[in-house]
């Protein structure tokens, strides 16, 4: 019998841009002016050249997202 692993919780994990992009419908412009305006999860610093995003805090904000109805 084969048990279905991703069941259980997610593990955090820190996504980049293009999956984000895809996560929420979103492109890169608009999810930066959106972080700007404190509107959208703050993105995190990985290296002097790169950046991604929390995985809860990016589902937390499409949950909400849902929830407000597109308001």
């Not at 997610?10 to 419908?25: C, W």
């Not at 703050?42 to 290296?47: A, G, H, M, T, Y």
């Amino acid at each position: 019998m084969q048990t279905n692993q991703n069941a259980g919780p997610q593990t955090e994990r820190l996504l980049r841009l293009p999956e984000v992009e895809s996560i929420v419908g979103l492109k890169k412009t608009s999810i930066y002016e959106r972080e700007k305006n404190g509107t959208f999860p703050s993105r995190v610093r990985l290296s002097c050249r790169t950046v991604g995003w929390s995985s809860s805090a990016i589902n937390a904000w499409v949950n909400e997202r849902i929830n407000a109805g597109g308001k």
